[in-house]
Protein backbone atom coordinates (compact mmCIF):
# COMPACT_ATOMS: atom_id res chain seq x y z
CA UNK A 1 0.00 0.00 0.00
CA UNK A 2 1.19 3.62 -0.79
CA UNK A 3 0.08 6.89 1.26
CA UNK A 4 0.35 9.68 -0.46
CA UNK A 5 0.43 12.72 2.31
CA UNK A 6 -1.22 16.12 0.87
CA UNK A 7 1.42 18.92 -0.11
CA UNK A 8 1.93 20.76 3.16
CA UNK A 9 1.12 17.93 5.60
CA UNK A 10 2.43 18.65 9.14
CA UNK A 11 5.61 16.27 10.25
CA UNK A 12 3.10 15.91 13.39
CA UNK A 13 0.53 14.40 10.19
CA UNK A 14 3.01 12.50 8.96
CA UNK A 15 4.10 10.88 12.22
CA UNK A 16 0.89 10.07 13.47
CA UNK A 17 -0.03 7.84 9.77
CA UNK A 18 3.42 6.21 10.29
CA UNK A 19 2.69 5.64 13.99
CA UNK A 20 -0.88 4.03 13.44
CA UNK A 21 0.45 1.91 10.18
CA UNK A 22 3.15 0.68 12.68
CA UNK A 23 0.65 -0.50 15.06
CA UNK A 24 -1.23 -1.94 12.38
CA UNK A 25 1.79 -4.28 11.51
CA UNK A 26 2.87 -2.54 8.58
CA UNK A 27 6.72 -1.71 7.65
CA UNK A 28 6.74 1.67 6.68
CA UNK A 29 9.22 3.06 4.40
CA UNK A 30 8.69 6.91 4.01
CA UNK A 31 9.87 8.43 0.87
CA UNK A 32 9.87 12.59 2.02
CA UNK A 33 9.96 14.48 -1.54
CA UNK A 34 9.91 18.58 -2.69
CA UNK A 35 6.53 18.55 -2.39
CA UNK A 36 4.72 15.28 -1.79
CA UNK A 37 5.60 12.79 1.40
CA UNK A 38 4.81 9.39 0.23
CA UNK A 39 4.85 6.43 2.97
CA UNK A 40 4.96 2.89 1.60
CA UNK A 41 3.13 0.50 3.48
CA UNK A 42 4.71 -3.25 3.42
CA UNK A 43 2.66 -6.52 4.71
CA UNK A 44 -1.07 -5.78 4.74
CA UNK A 45 -3.37 -7.89 5.98
CA UNK A 46 -5.49 -9.32 3.12
CA UNK A 47 -8.57 -7.03 4.42
CA UNK A 48 -7.38 -4.13 4.75
CA UNK A 49 -9.84 -1.08 4.02
CA UNK A 50 -7.54 1.92 2.77
CA UNK A 51 -10.60 4.17 4.30
CA UNK A 52 -9.15 3.96 7.29
CA UNK A 53 -6.03 5.76 6.65
CA UNK A 54 -7.23 7.89 3.78
CA UNK A 55 -9.15 9.42 6.43
CA UNK A 56 -6.26 10.83 8.49
CA UNK A 57 -5.33 14.80 8.67
CA UNK A 58 -3.12 15.68 5.82
CA UNK A 59 -3.23 12.23 4.01
CA UNK A 60 -4.20 12.84 0.23
CA UNK A 61 -4.50 9.35 -1.65
CA UNK A 62 -4.25 5.66 -0.47
CA UNK A 63 -3.23 3.39 -3.43
CA UNK A 64 -3.52 -0.67 -2.52
CA UNK A 65 -1.16 -2.47 -4.74
CA UNK A 66 -1.58 -5.90 -3.71
CA UNK A 67 -4.79 -7.73 -4.74
CA UNK A 68 -7.15 -8.57 -1.39
CA UNK A 69 -7.58 -12.39 -2.51
CA UNK A 70 -4.96 -14.64 -2.30
CA UNK A 71 -6.06 -18.13 -2.89
CA UNK A 72 -7.98 -16.90 -6.33
CA UNK A 73 -4.59 -14.89 -7.71
CA UNK A 74 -2.42 -15.98 -10.28
CA UNK A 75 0.51 -15.89 -8.30
CA UNK A 76 -0.93 -18.69 -6.10
CA UNK A 77 -0.78 -20.97 -9.10
CA UNK A 78 1.12 -19.52 -12.40
CA UNK A 79 0.28 -22.37 -14.12
CA UNK A 80 -3.02 -22.46 -14.20
CA UNK A 81 -5.59 -24.51 -12.65
CA UNK A 82 -7.13 -27.82 -14.72
CA UNK A 83 -9.99 -28.61 -12.76
CA UNK A 84 -11.38 -32.40 -13.71
CA UNK A 85 -15.35 -32.65 -14.42
CA UNK A 86 -14.89 -36.91 -14.48
CA UNK A 87 -15.31 -39.04 -17.01
CA UNK A 88 -11.97 -37.71 -18.87
CA UNK A 89 -12.93 -33.88 -19.72
CA UNK A 90 -10.99 -31.17 -18.36
CA UNK A 91 -11.42 -27.09 -17.76
CA UNK A 92 -8.63 -24.98 -18.30
CA UNK A 93 -6.92 -27.15 -20.38
CA UNK A 94 -6.54 -27.61 -23.98
CA UNK A 95 -10.05 -28.28 -24.97
CA UNK A 96 -12.71 -25.47 -24.74
CA UNK A 97 -15.73 -27.71 -22.94
CA UNK A 98 -19.25 -26.73 -23.88
CA UNK A 99 -21.87 -27.18 -21.20
CA UNK A 100 -25.41 -26.74 -23.32
CA UNK A 101 -28.95 -28.08 -22.45
CA UNK A 102 -32.29 -25.87 -21.90
CA UNK A 103 -32.58 -22.92 -19.11
CA UNK A 104 -35.15 -26.15 -16.96
CA UNK A 105 -35.43 -29.15 -16.92
CA UNK A 106 -39.12 -29.63 -18.22
CA UNK A 107 -40.34 -33.09 -18.68
CA UNK A 108 -37.76 -37.00 -18.61
CA UNK A 109 -39.30 -36.17 -22.49
CA UNK A 110 -37.80 -32.95 -22.66
CA UNK A 111 -34.03 -33.23 -21.26
CA UNK A 112 -34.10 -36.88 -23.11
CA UNK A 113 -34.18 -34.96 -26.79
CA UNK A 114 -32.19 -31.96 -25.99
CA UNK A 115 -29.29 -34.62 -24.44
CA UNK A 116 -29.47 -36.45 -27.57
CA UNK A 117 -28.90 -33.52 -29.62
CA UNK A 118 -26.29 -31.39 -27.71
CA UNK A 119 -23.90 -34.79 -26.94
CA UNK A 120 -24.42 -35.54 -31.02
CA UNK A 121 -23.04 -32.61 -31.68
CA UNK A 122 -19.67 -32.81 -29.04
CA UNK A 123 -21.32 -31.07 -26.08
CA UNK A 124 -19.71 -32.70 -23.14
CA UNK A 125 -21.80 -31.36 -20.26
CA UNK A 126 -25.58 -31.29 -19.56
CA UNK A 127 -27.02 -28.06 -18.40
CA UNK A 128 -30.16 -27.38 -16.76
CA UNK A 129 -31.74 -25.95 -13.52
CA UNK A 130 -33.78 -28.10 -11.43
CA UNK A 131 -34.33 -25.15 -8.93
CA UNK A 132 -34.37 -21.87 -10.93
CA UNK A 133 -33.94 -18.54 -9.27
CA UNK A 134 -36.59 -16.47 -11.48
CA UNK A 135 -37.58 -12.75 -11.02
CA UNK A 136 -41.23 -13.31 -10.32
CA UNK A 137 -42.34 -15.33 -7.80
CA UNK A 138 -45.05 -16.55 -10.00
CA UNK A 139 -42.70 -17.79 -12.95
CA UNK A 140 -41.92 -21.76 -12.82
CA UNK A 141 -39.69 -22.70 -9.97
CA UNK A 142 -38.07 -25.59 -11.54
CA UNK A 143 -39.34 -29.18 -10.87
CA UNK A 144 -36.74 -29.84 -8.08
CA UNK A 145 -35.74 -33.42 -7.22
CA UNK A 146 -37.73 -35.02 -9.98
CA UNK A 147 -35.65 -32.68 -12.74
CA UNK A 148 -32.46 -33.44 -10.58
CA UNK A 149 -33.55 -37.47 -11.38
CA UNK A 150 -34.08 -36.83 -15.34
CA UNK A 151 -31.63 -34.77 -15.81
CA UNK A 152 -29.01 -37.29 -14.45
CA UNK A 153 -30.69 -40.30 -15.92
CA UNK A 154 -30.82 -38.50 -19.70
CA UNK A 155 -26.71 -37.71 -18.86
CA UNK A 156 -25.87 -41.26 -18.20
CA UNK A 157 -28.00 -42.40 -21.12
CA UNK A 158 -25.78 -39.97 -23.40
CA UNK A 159 -22.15 -39.94 -21.50
CA UNK A 160 -22.93 -36.18 -20.34
CA UNK A 161 -22.09 -34.91 -17.32
CA UNK A 162 -24.41 -32.47 -15.36
CA UNK A 163 -24.04 -28.68 -14.13
CA UNK A 164 -27.34 -27.74 -12.31
CA UNK A 165 -27.69 -24.77 -10.23
CA UNK A 166 -27.40 -25.22 -6.22
CA UNK A 167 -29.71 -22.30 -4.45
CA UNK A 168 -28.69 -22.02 -1.03
CA UNK A 169 -26.97 -24.16 1.24
CA UNK A 170 -29.39 -26.53 2.27
CA UNK A 171 -29.97 -28.07 -0.97
CA UNK A 172 -25.90 -28.92 -1.47
CA UNK A 173 -26.75 -33.03 -0.10
CA UNK A 174 -29.65 -33.53 -2.55
CA UNK A 175 -27.45 -31.90 -5.73
CA UNK A 176 -24.62 -33.86 -4.61
CA UNK A 177 -26.51 -37.16 -5.35
CA UNK A 178 -27.35 -36.05 -8.94
CA UNK A 179 -24.73 -33.60 -10.14
CA UNK A 180 -21.10 -33.42 -11.20
CA UNK A 181 -20.73 -29.28 -11.00
CA UNK A 182 -22.46 -27.59 -8.94
CA UNK A 183 -23.43 -24.41 -10.52
CA UNK A 184 -23.78 -21.08 -8.12
CA UNK A 185 -26.23 -18.54 -10.38
CA UNK A 186 -25.33 -14.92 -10.82
CA UNK A 187 -28.14 -13.74 -7.83
CA UNK A 188 -25.61 -16.20 -5.37
CA UNK A 189 -22.43 -14.55 -6.19
CA UNK A 190 -23.30 -12.96 -3.04
CA UNK A 191 -24.19 -16.21 -0.67
CA UNK A 192 -21.32 -15.89 1.32
CA UNK A 193 -23.20 -18.89 3.47
CA UNK A 194 -23.73 -21.08 0.73
CA UNK A 195 -19.85 -20.41 -1.07
CA UNK A 196 -18.51 -21.10 2.33
CA UNK A 197 -20.46 -24.71 2.43
CA UNK A 198 -19.23 -25.44 -1.16
CA UNK A 199 -15.40 -25.07 0.17
CA UNK A 200 -16.54 -28.24 1.56
CA UNK A 201 -17.62 -30.25 -0.79
CA UNK A 202 -15.01 -32.33 -3.30
CA UNK A 203 -16.86 -31.53 -6.93
CA UNK A 204 -16.28 -28.26 -8.87
CA UNK A 205 -17.98 -25.58 -8.42
CA UNK A 206 -18.96 -22.94 -11.24
CA UNK A 207 -19.19 -19.64 -9.77
CA UNK A 208 -21.27 -17.41 -12.29
CA UNK A 209 -20.96 -13.76 -12.04
CA UNK A 210 -23.08 -11.29 -10.79
CA UNK A 211 -25.05 -9.16 -12.71
CA UNK A 212 -23.41 -6.21 -11.00
CA UNK A 213 -20.36 -7.62 -9.53
CA UNK A 214 -16.83 -6.19 -9.97
CA UNK A 215 -14.25 -8.51 -11.31
CA UNK A 216 -12.58 -8.08 -7.77
CA UNK A 217 -16.00 -9.56 -6.21
CA UNK A 218 -16.30 -12.39 -8.28
CA UNK A 219 -12.39 -13.41 -7.56
CA UNK A 220 -13.06 -12.37 -3.99
CA UNK A 221 -16.29 -15.01 -4.30
CA UNK A 222 -14.11 -17.93 -5.76
CA UNK A 223 -11.95 -16.98 -2.54
CA UNK A 224 -14.90 -18.34 -0.08
CA UNK A 225 -14.46 -21.26 -2.16
CA UNK A 226 -11.34 -21.98 -1.87
CA UNK A 227 -10.44 -21.04 1.38
CA UNK A 228 -12.86 -24.01 2.46
CA UNK A 229 -10.74 -26.17 0.83
CA UNK A 230 -11.91 -26.89 -2.58
CA UNK A 231 -9.87 -25.74 -5.47
CA UNK A 232 -11.72 -26.92 -8.30
CA UNK A 233 -13.24 -23.47 -8.95
CA UNK A 234 -14.53 -22.32 -12.71
CA UNK A 235 -15.66 -18.88 -13.01
CA UNK A 236 -18.11 -17.64 -15.35
CA UNK A 237 -19.18 -14.23 -17.20
CA UNK A 238 -22.47 -14.47 -18.26
CA UNK A 239 -23.18 -10.77 -19.17
CA UNK A 240 -23.43 -7.97 -16.62
CA UNK A 241 -26.11 -5.00 -16.16
CA UNK A 242 -25.29 -1.95 -17.62
CA UNK A 243 -27.14 1.32 -19.37
CA UNK A 244 -28.08 -0.80 -22.27
CA UNK A 245 -30.96 -2.84 -22.81
CA UNK A 246 -31.06 -3.50 -26.13
CA UNK A 247 -29.71 -7.26 -24.75
CA UNK A 248 -30.32 -8.71 -21.65
CA UNK A 249 -26.82 -7.49 -20.08
CA UNK A 250 -23.65 -6.62 -21.31
CA UNK A 251 -21.18 -9.59 -22.04
CA UNK A 252 -18.02 -8.45 -20.83
CA UNK A 253 -15.35 -10.16 -22.96
CA UNK A 254 -12.65 -7.61 -21.61
CA UNK A 255 -13.57 -9.55 -18.09
CA UNK A 256 -12.31 -12.74 -20.09
CA UNK A 257 -8.44 -12.53 -20.35
CA UNK A 258 -8.29 -9.69 -17.31
CA UNK A 259 -9.28 -12.68 -15.37
CA UNK A 260 -6.74 -15.12 -17.05
CA UNK A 261 -4.15 -12.66 -16.08
CA UNK A 262 -5.22 -12.00 -12.01
CA UNK A 263 -6.43 -15.63 -11.97
CA UNK A 264 -5.03 -19.19 -12.03
CA UNK A 265 -8.64 -20.59 -12.33
CA UNK A 266 -10.33 -21.24 -15.28
CA UNK A 267 -13.49 -18.94 -17.17
CA UNK A 268 -16.18 -20.00 -19.55
CA UNK A 269 -18.55 -17.61 -20.72
CA UNK A 270 -22.85 -18.04 -20.86
CA UNK A 271 -23.46 -15.94 -24.13
CA UNK A 272 -26.98 -17.02 -23.57
CA UNK A 273 -27.99 -15.10 -20.42
CA UNK A 274 -25.45 -11.99 -21.39
CA UNK A 275 -27.32 -11.44 -24.16
CA UNK A 276 -30.95 -12.67 -23.74
CA UNK A 277 -31.55 -13.40 -27.43
CA UNK A 278 -31.24 -16.20 -29.66
CA UNK A 279 -30.27 -14.51 -32.82
CA UNK A 280 -27.04 -12.55 -30.83
CA UNK A 281 -25.84 -16.25 -28.97
CA UNK A 282 -23.51 -17.21 -31.75
CA UNK A 283 -21.80 -14.09 -32.24
CA UNK A 284 -20.74 -14.04 -28.85
CA UNK A 285 -19.88 -17.80 -28.12
CA UNK A 286 -17.69 -17.40 -30.82
CA UNK A 287 -16.03 -14.19 -30.04
CA UNK A 288 -15.35 -16.06 -26.19
CA UNK A 289 -13.81 -18.53 -27.58
CA UNK A 290 -11.51 -16.21 -29.88
CA UNK A 291 -10.62 -13.80 -26.08
CA UNK A 292 -9.92 -17.28 -24.68
CA UNK A 293 -12.31 -19.03 -22.49
CA UNK A 294 -12.18 -22.44 -21.19
CA UNK A 295 -15.89 -23.48 -21.76
CA UNK A 296 -19.16 -22.14 -22.97
CA UNK A 297 -22.19 -22.61 -21.03
CA UNK A 298 -25.01 -22.40 -24.08
CA UNK A 299 -29.02 -22.84 -23.50
CA UNK A 300 -30.43 -24.96 -26.36
CA UNK A 301 -34.07 -26.20 -26.66
CA UNK A 302 -35.56 -28.58 -29.35
CA UNK A 303 -38.48 -26.35 -28.71
CA UNK A 304 -37.87 -22.79 -27.53
CA UNK A 305 -41.39 -21.29 -28.32
CA UNK A 306 -42.80 -23.50 -25.75
CA UNK A 307 -39.78 -23.25 -23.04
CA UNK A 308 -40.49 -22.54 -19.34
CA UNK A 309 -38.14 -20.18 -19.22
CA UNK A 310 -35.47 -18.40 -21.35
CA UNK A 311 -36.93 -20.06 -24.46
CA UNK A 312 -36.32 -16.43 -26.37
CA UNK A 313 -32.05 -17.17 -25.76
CA UNK A 314 -31.98 -20.88 -25.93
CA UNK A 315 -30.52 -22.13 -29.50
CA UNK A 316 -32.57 -24.61 -31.83
CA UNK A 317 -30.42 -27.59 -32.04
CA UNK A 318 -29.82 -26.92 -35.49
CA UNK A 319 -28.81 -23.54 -34.68
CA UNK A 320 -26.41 -25.01 -31.65
CA UNK A 321 -24.69 -27.55 -34.37
CA UNK A 322 -23.81 -24.63 -36.37
CA UNK A 323 -21.84 -23.51 -33.59
CA UNK A 324 -20.15 -26.26 -32.69
CA UNK A 325 -18.79 -26.45 -36.32
CA UNK A 326 -17.53 -22.58 -36.46
CA UNK A 327 -16.11 -23.01 -32.81
CA UNK A 328 -14.27 -25.89 -34.34
CA UNK A 329 -12.90 -23.33 -37.18
CA UNK A 330 -12.20 -20.38 -34.22
CA UNK A 331 -10.53 -22.05 -32.05
CA UNK A 332 -7.46 -23.76 -33.36
CA UNK A 333 -6.60 -20.79 -34.39
CA UNK A 334 -5.37 -19.22 -30.97
CA UNK A 335 -4.41 -22.69 -29.58
CA UNK A 336 -7.27 -24.58 -27.96
CA UNK A 337 -9.71 -27.40 -29.65
CA UNK A 338 -13.13 -28.27 -29.20
CA UNK A 339 -14.69 -31.74 -29.26
C1 LIG B 1 -29.11 -20.13 -15.60
O1 LIG B 1 -27.98 -20.56 -15.89
O2 LIG B 1 -30.16 -20.63 -16.02
C2 LIG B 1 -29.22 -18.90 -14.78
C3 LIG B 1 -30.26 -18.68 -14.00
O3 LIG B 1 -28.19 -18.07 -14.96
P1 LIG B 1 -27.75 -16.74 -14.17
O4 LIG B 1 -27.54 -17.14 -12.74
O5 LIG B 1 -26.47 -16.36 -14.87
O6 LIG B 1 -28.83 -15.72 -14.37
MN1 LIG C 1 -31.65 -19.54 -18.07
Do not use: W
Request: include cysteine; charged fraction near 25%; hydrophobic fraction near 40%.
Amino acid sequence: MVVVMQEGATEEQIQHVIQRLVEMGFDVHRSTGVRHTVLGAVGAKLDFDTRDIELFDGVREVLRISAPYKLASRAFRPEGTVVELGRGVRVGGEQVVVMAGPCSVESAEQIETIAAQVRQQGAQVLRGGAFKPRTSPYSFQGLGEPGLKYLREAADRHGLLVVSEVMDHTQIPLLDRYVDIFQVGARSMQNYNLLRELGKVRKPVLLKRGMSAMIEELLLSAEYILAGGNYQVILCERGIRTFENYTRNTLDIAAIPVIKKLSHLPIVADPSHATGRRDKVPPMARAAVAAGVDGLLVEVHHDPEHALSDGAQSLFPQQFAQLMKELRIIAPAVGRRVN
